[in-house]
């Protein structure tokens, strides 16, 4: 992973890959006027979350840490923290015995890498009218350069320029599309309400920058294709690496087009789905044109393209390639995590002080029993060589005590004297374009048991909302899970770079499934009384609530200027898995 030191390389000049044309005659891509660029990260930027149902058995959760410039901290370092208090129904029977902190780490699927850089339509497109740097005028100048035998890049730095060019891509394309696919349904609501000319010229607009964005993509496309045929007439005997990494970004990029075409087409239908409405019409016509290109060109490439009538093998080779793509592309973001070196010892240490108290007593009470047997003659301790029943119970009786001493030390040292210890510390590592790691930052984690009466308070206050008419009872509450992980983020490697880096993305999956296992059938069957008192069976939906309660902090500000969020999430669950996220500020409880 890393990035090109090269500076600006966009005022070069290749007429034959790079876009000549002034999109300056078009209109904005958001329908609004363009914003100054690289403005930098704003003052009131904090940390960005969201959580999401991945599939039946994990939670994801993704947060995002700015870099943040280094003004705004008092520290050199930016420092983050994140706390997660998970609530659990007691028929899951979840404890400390049950669920140690080793299985809840093992649940635990984290990613860690940058955020894309955000690219314009121009570095994108690769205009010379752009002062940005463009990974497409990289490239062009790359490929210029092996075609006249001097190249003064090496392909790594070629290949991650197209590696981000495609990230940069699926952002900045995916957004857009979501964007407009909320200005069109608010356009339709607002036409069906009202049926005035203004409503009506508000439709068509939406619909009208909706048809030009796609232009502007496939201009984009367009252009990187070009990159391609140029690299190809390069590479003779097609085992050149750029020339086969620019057509594995080609098939990635086609395919998340794809799904942007989907997305558009799926609002189409949505909301003409009652009433036809002719302002859509254009619209209409030039995604179906965009379709049947998307499919005559996925067909030249032999990239994958399924259908209804495909069949499994072809369906499951097609989703297995398409993983394999995004990791290859999106590997250029991602960041090392490992362990720091001597945490195994700092974490073991507890245990090895318990262990060394053991074997103290142990090895005491033997020597003080044979002191004891040797100063008495005529007591039955003198046989120690023919193993008495007195020297027997004696040392079984010292040794259990010394198994005892072991665990209730080793217990005792890690919540107490040991607690300051994380549970898992790494260290983050960076790889610039030269193959260098750099030290990033740090992320140590920390997880324990609450009890409910050891819960902060804005925890407790926040936790009663989940329950407003008071059902729950005090003697039904379980201790919490609280998960804690501190962030440190040395920004300055990260903020020289040329593409502006945002943040920091990190993803964390947490797999319930050990949390399922004691829950009753999702369904069963109910004996009831129907409104005429005629007796009717029913299948009644077994479910339980697992509550979330997660905080924000941002360490490092001044003191008048603390940042903390906190956010309330229910997770509905039964045996089969989780299947529906609640935010429970829009909960709606009804007296019956």
């Not at 200005?183 to 920058?209: N, P, Y």
Request: aromatic residues 8%; positive net charge.
């Amino acid at each position: 992973m890393g990035f090109s030191k090269l500076k600006n390389s966009s005022n070069l000049n290749f007429d034959e890959i790079a876009v000549q044309e002034n999109p300056a005659q078009d209109l904005p891509l958001d329908g609004q006027p363009k914003k100054t660029k690289n403005s930098g990260p704003r003052k009131d930027n904090f940390i960005k979350s969201s959580i999401a149902v991945h599939d039946r058995t994990q939670l994801e959760t993704v947060f995002d840490y700015p870099l943040l410039p280094l003004k705004q901290f008092e520290r050199h370092n930016l420092r983050y923290q994140v706390e997660v208090y998970i609530f659990l129904p007691r028929q899951m029977g979840i404890n400390p015995v049950s669920y140690p902190k080793e299985r809840f780490y093992s649940d635990l699927r984290p990613l860690l890498r940058l955020r894309e850089p955000r690219l314009d339509y121009e570095q994108l497109v690769g205009l010379n009218s752009s002062p940005a740097r463009s990974p497409v005028n990289f490239i062009a100048r790359y490929l210029q350069e092996t075609g006249d035998g001097k190249a003064s890049f090496p392909e790594r730095e070629v290949i991650d320029e197209a590696r981000i060019f495609a990230c940069a891509l699926a952002g900045y394309y995916l957004r857009r599309v979501e964007r407009r696919s909320k200005r069109l349904r608010r356009a339709v609501r607002r036409h069906l309400l009202e049926l005035s000319d203004q409503s009506q010229l508000e439709l068509q607009d939406a619909s009208v920058d909706a048809s030009q964005f796609l232009d502007r993509i496939h201009t984009i496309m367009s252009t990187w294709r070009r990159l391609m045929d140029s690299a190809a007439k390069i590479d003779l005997d097609g085992k050149g690496r750029v020339h086969r990494e620019l057509r594995v970004v080609d098939e990635y990029c086609t395919y998340r087009i794809r799904d942007g075409l989907t997305k558009l087409s799926k609002t189409l239908s949505n909301l003409q789905r009652n009433e036809h409405l002719p302002q859509l019409d254009g619209l209409d016509r030039k995604l179906g044109a965009y379709a049947r290109f998307d499919h005559w060109y996925s067909l030249k490439k032999s990239y994958g393209w399924i259908t209804r009538a495909s069949d499994d093998l072809t369906i499951e080779r097609y989703v297995f390639r398409r993983g394999v793509l995004k990791r290859r592309v999106w590997q250029v973001l991602y960041l090392d995590v490992r362990t720091r070196p001597l945490f195994a010892f700092q974490q073991q240490l507890g245990a090895m002080v318990a262990a060394s108290l053991a074997a103290f007593w142990a090895v005491s009470t033997e020597i003080l029993i044979r002191v004891k047997a040797a100063s008495q003659p005529t007591s039955p301790l003198n046989s120690l060589g023919t193993g008495t029943i007195v020297i027997v119970v004696a040392l079984i009786l010292a040794y259990v005590l010394k198994d005892r001493i072991k665990e209730l030390g080793r217990s005792y040292f890690r919540s107490r004297l040991m607690r300051s210890i994380p549970d898992n510390s790494e260290r983050i590592l960076y790889t610039n374009s030269d193959g260098q790691k750099l030290g990033l930052g740090s992320i140590s984690e920390y997880t324990r048991f609450v009890a409910p009466a050891k819960l902060p308070e804005e925890i407790r206050e926040l936790h009663l909302k989940f329950d407003p008419e008071g059902l729950a009872s005090e003697e039904d509450a379980c201790d919490a899970i609280h998960y804690r992980k501190v962030i440190d983020l040395n920004a300055n490697i990260l903020r020289s770079h040329i593409y502006q880096l945002r943040a920091v993305h990190d993803i964390l999956r947490l797999n319930i499934e050990a949390f399922l296992s004691k829950l009753d059938d999702p369904l069963h069957g109910t004996e009831m009384l129907d409104t005429e008192g005629r007796l009717i069976e029913m299948k009644m939906p077994k479910v339980y609530h697992l509550d979330l309660i997660l905080k924000y902090s941002q360490i490092g500000r001044s003191a008048t200027d603390a940042r903390a969020t906190f956010e309330s999430i229910r997770l509905v669950v039964n045996k089969k898995g989780l299947f529906r996220i609640e935010r429970i500020d829009r909960l709606n409880f009804k007296q019956p």
